[in-house]
């Protein structure tokens, strides 16, 4: 899947910014998820950069306890339908989320935003655009206190954070695993799949209500999970593209800046760039683990320099103002198959 990509730099970033951060993402994914379509027009300056790049897009509607928050956010939705339903029919828009953990925030209550959902579906049918799934983004307990949900959506979009539970990131995967099982089963019996809209890791910064974060445990957790997920051929967006330092001026836990797998000047942070995930991308067999690993696969920290192993695995980009790795995006083996790379499942945007 992909990452999940805010586009906020002191609020709103400039339109060659959106370009620039989305071919960064398209090197390491091919799709993102958006959270709302009013902030920072990003229906109109985020979407049409994601698609110029070779992205899709996971679009969001956000939803909160201000019902004109929704409406609005509709509105958009219909205005861009009318504008260009070419990118719904297309696949440039893979799906639509109505709010993302709204009813968990208490904003607004499960039948609420199931009303939500059924709207947006009815509006999609207007425009003979049914096939285009429409989900709610909530974390795995709400789902599972509200079955109903669950057999409201086309697929299930759960969003999971040991690091918010404390978790030590040796047993966090494990973890993970062992809370999303009971919705797995609720989704399997009735028919319907299961997608992580929202995982990660903070990479520094601190809180009391948070595991520690650190390179290391955000590299240790990343490399945990896309093994998971591959094992199980789970689909994902992880939490998040680029750091976001503005809000750590916003919020008493510092982590919340440092959740990206970039750092804000779009440079792969070393600690990722030097995993080696195993398949195709790599060059290696599916054992393959990251350097520094021990023998059963378990990750530990690596002592790489910042440069690629001989495995084949990913290396930072490096600025070079007359190539097209100006943007300091990670560089790939030329054999590389886009969906089957290193971050390439989705980011959270």
Known sequence: MGPDWAPVNQRCKSVDSIQADMETLAHVTHSIRLYGLRDCDQSSTVVPAAINAGLSVSLGLWVSEDDGVFEAEFLQLQS???QNAGIF?????VDIHVGSEAIYRKEVTAAKNIENLQRV???LQ???LEPVPVTIAEIGDVYLAHPELTDAVDFVQANGFPFWERIAVDNAVAYFESRMEPLFQQALARDKK????ETGWASDGASLKASEASPVNAAHYF???FQMAKQNNLEFYYFEGFDEPWKIGTTNDTVEGYFGLFNEDRTLKPEIAVLSLGGSC????EEASAPGSNSNGAYTPSSSSGSSESSGAYTPGTVNPDGNESTGAPTMPPTTKPEECHVRRSLAA
């Open 89 to 93: 029919s297309s696949g440039s828009v």
């Open 223 to 225: 490399y945990d999970f």
């Open 121 to 123: 579906k009815a509006l």
């Open 194 to 197: 299961v997608v992580i809209g």
């Open 80 to 82: 861009l339908l009318q």
């Open 126 to 128: 207007a425009y003979n």
């Open 282 to 285: 790599t060059g290696t067999n």
